[in-house]
């Protein structure tokens, strides 16, 4: 790294400090960015994850969305799954499809009819992770469902996913597609 780029980064970390100091969610995001990956700043997780909650708590889905991954993981603070829960439920109020994926995830056992909800509403957003399982569901739920399967699934493999390829590929080979 030159030391240009080097005092750019030191800039623009100690302009986002400033912003986030001030209150502002996305500076306040943005400044657990920099710490998390060591832009402008040593490299500071306990730091990145104090910046992430102050910027979750203002309604920072990116913020909210990143804290409820490290409370379901266990990274760098103690792994609390109704935390993760919580955060993962705040962002996807606030649009994030990818924590309406990860609610469905996490509660597609104990809350099926919910996590069917969460998957299909993240699969109508296009997430393709969401529109295989959607299509996998639909599809050993059969009847009815085989034509929605059907349409999940092409969705899914006309976004690269391999799986739904294979999927459709077999159901167009049995003449259920």
């Known amino acids: ?6 005092s750019k980064d030191y800039e623009a ?11 502002q969610g996305k500076a306040q995001y943005n400044l657990g960015l920099m710490y998390a990956n060591g832009v402008g700043t040593e490299q500071d997780f ?7 909650r102050r910027a979750a708590e203002k309604g920072v889905s990116a913020a909210q969305y990143i804290l409820a991954g490290k409370y379901a993981a266990g990274q760098g603070v103690d792994r609390d799954i109704r935390q993760a829960l919580y955060w993962y439920l705040q962002a996807s109020d606030r649009g994030s499809s990818k924590a309406l994926f990860k609610l469905g995830q996490m509660l597609s056992v104990p809350q099926e009819e919910f996590a069917n909800q969460c998957f ?15 299509g996998a569901r639909c599809s050993s739920a059969g009847g009815e469902k085989q034509g929605q399967a059907t349409a999940w699934l092409q969705k899914a493999a006309e976004n690269g996913v391999p799986e739904a390829q294979y ?3 077999t159901l167009y ?3 259920k597609g």
Do not use: P
Request: proline share 0%.
């Open 1 to 6: 790294m030159s030391a240009q780029s080097s």
């Open 13 to 23: 970390f100690r302009d986002t400090l400033r912003a986030a100091e001030g209150g």
């Open 46 to 52: 306990h730091q990145a994850m104090l910046w992430y």
């Open 120 to 134: 299909e509403q993240a699969a109508e957003k296009g997430i393709v992770e969401a529109q295989l399982v959607v």
């Open 167 to 169: 999927i459709t590929g």
């Open 173 to 175: 080979e049995s003449g």
